[in-house]
């Protein structure tokens, strides 16, 4: 190897171990960035060095030129970035400049950087910036490294003029491709795994001012820019302290990971809440605290590179006379155009640092459907954050209420009042959730950043055509259920369940807000009872009459039911992408017409006296007829339990009778049919067999041949009919999730699962597993919520509830079948509730003489066998 790549490769390993000691030993994370770079500038430099040396006289040499731009131009490098590098050359110098870049990139490559190499002349370089923001962005941070200084200092005086003659296109096309990056790494700053480069208010957030500010007034350094009163005080303040703690952390990950890495991963967290010092508080974990930290930090961060980016982008002269001339008065401060609304210049001081006022400006752009204009708002913001907290007083709290109440605009204006840090004026415990993480798969965002999205889901019901958008638009009273969204979380972050917490706090806030006593016991009641929907939705057997009445009991009214559902459908979709499944949304929707069913005609769904279940015996029973059933399938008619005619579809269950009733004696014992359930895009496997008995280990054996097929369980019923068991399983296929399973795999499996069930000593095949990538795999020191099994005795009559609650495990749903066939309990019912890394499943059991499991010590020896299934 050639000597240059071994001494710049001590070189790099002495420089990052003397990095790695400064940054262990709290040095800033500027610094250590620094030290980096000077690194990697002597490593190159020395390179450049070796690769020029035979052409020392080649006058060609005085035509080249070496740049770093982008991170290395910048100097606020990580332990492995990239190193940005071109090679400027004239057209005479252009054939040496080719030889030499090739040194460079295998040197450089050799030595342990990996070098991002380009060859253009000054005008190419200029003409590719002004068409690609990416080159734009990346040369806007060019730093001479060697060879002509006369042809740097031509490229970048020309560079700098042109793209200031050039900004309003360029700060555009650049802000675009920032937006389309945050699409894909997060578009808000509370990602529970973000990456601190480019998701929302990370790293290339404090870029995007640089970039702009070079477009604007030639300068990217931040220090300039405060100078040339470009960027606030507060604002530059703010983005210095939250670029030296992003650098650290930076820092940070790249060490640890030993190579280039920008996510911040769950692990990650956990070991650099402890490495930093963070101890926690009661109810809020030391990984909790530090992410707090990072969040508010790029909060400040996404607001100051907003702000500066519309100051940036002034709307057109034209477009501004427009607005101002079609524009009418609304009182003797405020004007509202077309699409704007506006305090006037001579008010805007007085008005700007009244709470009132402010609260009243954006109750009328939420009912008006309007922006507050850039210049109003940079007033208000401007003062309001300097402005002491105070106690509202009456006209703010009736602003604010009144801003509640209608939807237009309330999400985005509910972000500008917590970034003013107003919300926690008006409710005091809305502090506690700033930037609060919930340390698990399941949420996607910070607590605050969730209840603003749950109301933000809630608003664009206004405008659904479906039954949810019906709901949503009866509800009078819209600032009930904005608010309770709002705070339905205030609880976390505290010892006690937040449920309870919650709605303490909300009795507090009502009383605060002067809500008279029956809408603050509704809020109350909402926030206590936020999570009942999904409890008895995604976790009890919907068909059975017991669990709808015991349901409607805790409601009382069809009032609070649609506020109930509405508000859980708006909570469970702000939990993140892909939360709110067809399937669940399905449960929801069933849940809530049984309920209401029961109100609206005081008939219980499945129960004896449901009309409902005469009609569907009727229908079963003509479509035998039309279809010239054997005499069996009447038998069987006759002795189809309450459930199954509650929940299956007259036709549907007329076919599964029909497909049993034609079979002749000779055939195996066991049929398996799939049908595709389109209400809930999932696919169902009947599996009926003929037992004389309800054999305790038949569940576990169907469970096992369907997981081993590679299919994921959402559910499960299992009946007696006759001497058949008669069980449903409703199950997603990951090779078909967005349609119908076709024929070939559905026949396949079915196949596969009556095989097994009539050779029960065959063992199950192998269960098949996903590949994912590392980065994605997370070890178990992360899974910080308890496994556990809960025993309910109380809910329904004839069954013992069993709820279990774990991390997934591939199979883990067949050992559970099994663990409760190995204690001999009956199962007739399992609903399987799992997110991402999450189970939650439950269970209807009883002993083999049909008594419930009430015995403390039978419990303890269930609860030991379920637990012991988990790894």
């Known amino acids: 190897m050639r000597s240059i790549v071994l001494r710049s490769r001590e070189l790099l390993s002495e420089g990052r171990e003397k990095a790695f000691q400064q940054h262990r030993s709290g040095t800033p994370g500027t610094q250590v960035s620094t030290l980096l770079a000077d690194l990697y500038d002597d490593v190159v430099l020395d390179i450049w060095n070796e ?31 990239d190193a940005d590098l071109m090679l400027l050359t004239t057209q005479s110098s252009e054939s040496l400049a080719m030889k030499i870049a090739g040194y460079l990139t295998r040197d450089l490559g050799d030595s342990g950087i990996q070098p991002g190499l380009s060859i253009r002349s000054a005008s ?40 200031m003659r050039r900004s309003k296109r360029i700060i555009h096309d650049i802000v675009a491709a920032r937006r389309e990056e945050r699409t894909k790494w997060g578009e808000t700053s509370y990602l529970l795994r973000p990456n601190v480069k480019r998701s929302r208010g990370a790293l290339r ?35 210095r302290q939250a670029y030296t703690f992003m650098l650290r952390l930076r820092n940070e990950i790249h060490f640890r990971e030993g190579k280039s890495q920008d996510v911040l991963d769950r692990p990650a967290q956990m070991e650099i809440a402890q490495q930093w010092g963070y101890v926690g508080t009661e109810g809020v974990l030391p990984v909790e605290q530090f992410m707090q930290d990072y969040f508010d930090k790029t909060r400040n961060v996404r607001y100051a590179a907003a702000y500066f980016a519309d100051d940036a982008r002034s709307r057109p002269l034209v477009y501004r006379v427009v607005e101002r001339v079609l524009s009418r008065k609304i009182d003797d401060k405020i004007r509202m155009g077309p699409t704007h609304i506006w305090v006037r210049d001579d008010a805007l001081d007085a008005f700007a640092s009244s709470l009132p006022d402010v609260l009243n400006l954006m109750s009328l752009a939420n009912q008006h459907r309007r922006r507050i204009s850039h210049h109003t708002w940079q007033a208000i913001r401007t003062v309001m954050q300097d402005r002491a907290p105070t106690q509202p007083d009456p006209e703010s709290i009736e602003a604010f209420l009144s801003l509640l109440s209608r939807p237009g605009r309330l999400a985005p204006l509910l972000r500008r009042l917590h970034e003013l840090r107003i919300i926690e004026q008006l409710i005091p415990e809305f502090r506690r959730m700033r930037g609060l993480l919930q340390f698990n798969a399941y949420h996607k965002y910070t607590v605050d950043a969730h209840s603003i999205l749950a109301i ?63 809408t603050g016991e509704t809020l109350e009641w909402l926030v206590l009872k936020h999570l009942a929907v999904n409890v008895v939705a995604f976790r009890h057997d919907l068909s059975d009459p017991e669990i709808v009445l015991s349901f409607a009991a805790e409601v009382g009214s069809i009032r609070r039911l649609e506020l109930l559902v509405v508000h859980s459908v708006a909570d469970l979709i702000a939990v993140g992408p892909g939360v709110a499944t067809d399937w669940k949304l399905s449960l929801i929707e069933d849940l809530y017409k049984r309920t209401r069913r029961y109100f609206d005609s005081g008939d219980l769904p499945g129960s004896p006296s449901d009309p409902e279940i005469d009609e569907t015996r009727q229908r079963v029973a003509q479509v035998l007829e039309q279809r010239s059933a054997p005499p069996m399938a009447s038998e069987l008619l006759s002795q189809m339990p309450l459930s199954l005619l509650s929940r299956c579809e007259p036709d549907e269950l007329a076919t599964e009778i029909l497909a049993v009733a034609s079979r002749g004696d000779d055939q195996q014992p066991t049929l398996c049919l799939a049908m595709f359930d389109e209400a809930i895009k999932a696919m169902r496997y009947t599996v009926i067999r003929h037992e004389q008995r309800h054999s305790i280990g038949t569940f576990s054996r169907a469970t096992g041949a369907l997981a081993t097929s590679g299919l994921a369980i959402l559910r499960a019923q ?31 499996i079915s196949q596969r699962v009556c095989h097994l069930l009539d050779n029960p000593d065959e063992p199950l095949p192998r269960f098949r597993t996903t590949w994912k990538p590392t980065s994605e795999v997370e070890p178990t020191s992360v899974n910080v919520l308890p496994k556990k099994v809960v025993f309910d005795n109380d809910t329904v009559d004839r069954y013992t509830i069993v709820s279990f609650f774990a991390y997934d495990e591939v199979g883990l749903l067949y050992r559970i079948a099994s663990a409760l066939a190995d204690q001999r309990l009956v199962l007739s019912f399992a609903k399987i509730d799992t997110h991402l890394d999450q189970v939650a499943d439950v269970f209807y059991v009883h002993e083999v003489d049909g008594t419930k499991l009430t015995d403390p010590n039978r419990q303890m020896q269930v609860r030991a066998a379920l637990l012991d299934v988990v790894s």
């Open 456 to 518: 933000e889901a809630a608003t664009d019901m206004e405008d659904d055509p479906g039954g949810m958008g019906r709901r949503y638009r009866r509800i009078d009273d819209k600032r009930l259920l904005h608010l309770a969204l709002l705070i339905h979380d205030i609880g976390k972050g505290y010892e006690e369940d937040h449920c309870i917490v919650g709605a303490r706090i909300a009795r507090d806030t009502a009383k605060r807000l002067n809500l008279d006593s029956a």
């Open 124 to 163: 190419e370089a200029c003409r590719l910036a002004w068409v690609d923001p990416i080159v734009y962005s990346s040369l806007a941070e060019s730093r001479l490294l060697a060879g002509s200084l006369q042809l740097y200092k031509r490229y970048f005086d020309a560079f700098r003029h042109g793209a």
């Open 718 to 748: 299992i009946e007696m009919v006759g001497d058949f068991a008669w069980d449903h399983f409703w199950v997603i296929d990951p090779e078909y999730p967005e349609g119908e399973t076709p024929q070939h795999r559905t026949d396949q």
């Open 51 to 81: 690769a020029v040396r035979e052409y020392a006289t080649d006058p060609r040499l005085g035509g080249l030129c070496l740049i770093a731009h982008g991170g290395f131009g910048r100097r606020d490098l990580a332990p492995y970035s």
């Open 205 to 239: 957030d404090i870029q995007l001012i640089r970039w702009i500010g070079f477009a604007r007034y030639g300068e990217t350094d931040l220090d300039r820019l405060l100078k040339l009163g470009a960027l606030p005080e507060d604002d530059y303040r703010n983005v």
